[in-house]
Nanobody, 127 residues
């Protein structure tokens, strides 16, 4: 069993930054890619960023590329999402998730490829 707990969300103004964290307990992170998703009411959950086990090549959605950066510290069992130049359209509940496999690949946005999910942290960006 794995528990994933997000933190760092909040209310900010457009143009500001936030850093989300996701602390993972339970099973080892060894060999598993990690991702951030987000969801707004009435919409499907959207993949934001993915980082493979070896941190070789991360993937980002087009909407956040160049503004967000995903990172991980395996010794601290923590996943991060640095969000800069936030926009009102970034307002959402943000979730971390652990993939079944070690890489991101083309399927990283598919929810069924993830075994564990956190409960989410709310990010609200005002204009």
């Amino acid at each position: 069993q794995v528990d994933m707990v997000e933190s760092g969300g909040g209310l900010v103004q457009a143009g500001e930054s936030l850093r989300l964290s996701c602390t993972v307990s339970g099973e080892s992170l060894y060999g598993h890619a990690l991702s951030w998703f987000r969801q707004t009411p009435g919409k499907e959950r959207e993949g934001v960023a993915c980082i493979p086990w070896d941190e070789s090549t991360s993937e980002y959605s087009d909407s956040v590329k160049g503004r967000f950066a995903i990172s991980r510290d395996n010794t601290k069992r923590t996943l991060y999402l640095q969000m800069d130049d936030l926009k009102p359209e970034d307002t959402a509940m943000y979730y971390c998730a652990r993939r079944w496999g070690a890489v991101c690949a083309d399927s990283w946005t598919m929810e069924y490829t993830y075994k564990y999910w956190g409960q989410g942290t709310q990010v609200t960006v005002s204009s």
